[in-house]
């Protein structure tokens, strides 16, 4: 028997426990590309997240009348339409943003979170579950997001939504809004995150032996 | 048997349903996104060439060029967008240039993916300067290092040959499909 898990849990354990980029390390295609600044990765998290949130909706109210034959197949013609929804209604409301973002938003369809989260909990859970755990998994995409172009942005260009935040003696490190600055800053995030769930463990552990 | 019609009816209807939802969806986008290209256009024609204040499209088709007027309908240019290879992929720019197609009012670059912060230098205005009323006779040559001795010569960024090179190449070759035309005009 699976113990029973609540509600706001479901969507808690997106922001760390389970987050995609620092936990499940899914979906690194378009977290290295696109967070050269805090914009785009703001940008990036939304149009995921919106299309997970969608997507899983959608592929749980139908889960009990799709053949596990063509689940995939189904799945992935749910999740690109939403997609080009989100492609169609940028180009035409934000033509900046969808220069910048380029081809990351068409990426999305092959984005493995949202197929990931379609297939590991939408397919098996009910609505209002899938819909808070879509919804905790794109959280937890748009932060990573977020603080991965904030660092990247503040460093490489002085400025996080191009706002100056470091003072003009400070030379931007041009590394940073390279490629290699992404590996560099996604490998120390994630060493961090790493250092961090060890640290938790080991506290707890200590408590559970002072008990 | 009734495994498979089941199999065939969902992926028709979710097709169906997919291909409904985005064709409205399309409808109502397909306006604003023709509208917005026109309007970016329209803002970059009247940052090159700032004096015009109308433009008629040119019937070629290597080129996507117009014909600038000032407030009397007079000609007195062209606004030329061009494209070609850069160090990375393409670089769009858009260029102004006087009636006699000899020289360069303004230049600005539409799109590049050149590296950040060394081609990506063609976007500043200490490269594009270069090109304010600039001789493009008989060509833009493009130098390296040294200091300008003709008022046809841009330098190259530092690090940067081949982007700076690209941008001079599509101008030249601009030019070139350009010239051919007014003379065909005439």
């Excluded at chain 1, 490629?179 to 506290?203: R, S």
């Excluded at chain 2, 306006?31 to 940052?47: D, G, V």
Aim: net charge positive.
């Amino acid at each position: 028997m699976k113990k029973p898990v609540s509600l706001t849990q479901e969507y808690i354990k997106g922001l760390w426990e389970i987050n995609p980029i620092f936990k499940q390390i899914l979906g690194m295609c378009p977290t290295l590309a696109v967070t050269v600044s805090a914009i785009n990765g703001l940008a990036m998290g939304l149009a995921t997240t919106f299309v997970l949130v969608f997507s899983s909706v959608i592929i749980s109210s139908i889960r009990k009348i799709v053949p596990s034959q063509v689940r995939i197949a189904t799945y992935i013609l749910i999740i690109s339409t939403f997609v080009t929804i989100v492609d169609l209604v940028m180009k035409a409301k934000f033509p900046e943003l969808s220069k910048a973002l380029g081809p990351f938003i068409p990426l999305i369809v092959v984005n493995c979170i949202i197929l990931g989260r379609a297939e590991a909990f939408a397919s098996r859970n009910n609505v209002l579950r899938s819909f808070l755990d879509a919804l905790g998994n794109g959280s937890g995409f748009l932060i990573a997001l977020l603080v991965l172009g904030s660092i990247r942005e503040m460093l490489g260009t002085r400025t996080i939504f191009g706002v100056q935040v470091l003072p003009n003696q400070f030379t931007p490190w041009m590394v940073m809004i390279l490629p290699a600055g992404a590996f560099i800053t996604l490998g120390l995030l994630l060493g961090f995150a790493n250092a961090f769930t060890k640290w938790q463990e080991q506290k707890n552990k200590k408590s559970v032996l002072v008990r | 048997m009734k495994k498979t019609i089941h199999i065939i009816s969902v992926l028709t209807l979710t097709a169906t349903i997919s291909a409904l939802t985005l064709a409205s969806v399309n409808n109502w986008a397909k306006p604003l996104i023709e509208e917005n290209a026109i309007k970016a256009i329209s803002e970059a024609i009247f940052q090159v060439q700032p004096s015009a204040k109308s433009y008629e499209k040119i019937p070629l088709d290597e080129l996507k060029a117009f014909e600038v007027f000032d407030e009397n309908k007079n000609s007195i240019g062209y606004a030329v967008v061009h494209q070609g290879n850069g160090f990375q992929g393409t670089i769009k720019l858009i260029f102004g240039i006087d009636k006699n197609l000899e020289r360069i009012t303004s230049i600005e670059i539409l799109e590049q993916v050149e590296t950040p912060g060394l081609g990506s230098l063609i976007t500043e205005e200490n490269y594009k300067n270069q090109f304010r009323s600039l001789s493009v006779n008989p060509v833009i040559n493009l130098i390296k290092g040294k200091s300008k001795t003709a008022d046809n010569q841009v330098k190259a960024i530092t690090g940067a040959t081949i982007s700076s090179r690209a941008v001079v190449n599509i101008v030249n070759d601009a030019i070139r499909i350009l010239r051919k035309y007014s003379k065909e005009e005439k």
